[in-house]
């Protein structure tokens, strides 16, 4: 699986960096970015899909 940031969307919550910070950090006007460029590893994959459903702006995707 895969995540997919859209910056557009992004309203700088912050939620999806508190839910998994090893996927999503933020940049430096405090919007979303994604930390792993590729495949999302195993281990981090229920935070990505949890982070992604709290996200309120839908500025997140999974790509499987």
């Known amino acids: ?4 940031v859209r910056p557009d969307q992004c309203a ?4 999806c960096n508190f839910v998994a910070p090893d996927v999503f950090g933020l940049d430096d006007n405090g919007n979303v970015l994604s930390l ?3 495949e999302i590893p195993a281990d981090d994959e229920a ?3 949890d982070a992604v ?12």
């Open 1 to 4: 699986m895969r995540v997919q």
């Open 12 to 15: 700088g919550h912050t939620l």
């Open 36 to 38: 792993i460029d590729g």
């Open 47 to 49: 935070a990505a899909r």
């Open 53 to 64: 459903a709290t996200c309120p702006e839908r500025a997140l995707k999974i790509e499987e």
